[in-house]
């Protein structure tokens, strides 16, 4: 399986802006569609951004779209979350995911807490 490490989230004000990064090591990142979810305490982990391997499918959830972009650098094996405009209800631990025929493997999270 690949192995993921997100980082960047943190705590920011309503209206804010903070860009997660989630590096890949195992194997070959490229053959990989990539990911973020997140989960709220109480809630359902729930999608929020994917992007095809080559980047140029990416997919969102309604509730962030316009304000999150997915992007991928291949040669660097992260793939990114900008998140822009932040909401209160956008405060979640962001999961990274990478998925394949036969592989679908989670990182350790990272909080994100927006302040209002």
């Known amino acids: 399986q690949v192995q993921l490490v997100e980082s960047g989230g943190g705590l920011v004000q309503a209206g804010g802006s903070l860009r997660l990064s989630c590096a890949a090591s195992?194997?070959?990142?490229?053959?990989?569609?990539m990911g973020w979810f997140r989960q709220a305490p109480g809630k359902e982990r729930e999608f929020v951004a994917a992007?095809?391997?080559?980047?140029?499918?990416?997919y969102y959830a309604d509730s962030v779209k316009g304000r999150f972009t997915i992007s991928r650098d291949n040669a660097k094996n992260t793939v990114y979350l900008q998140m822009n405009s932040l909401k209160p209800e956008d405060t979640a631990v962001y999961y990274c995911n990478a998925r394949r025929v036969g592989d679908n493997s989670w990182g350790q999270g990272t909080q994100v807490t927006v302040s209002s």
């Open positions: 992007i095809s391997w080559s980047g140029v499918g990416t």
């Open positions: 195992g194997r070959t990142f490229s053959n990989y569609g």
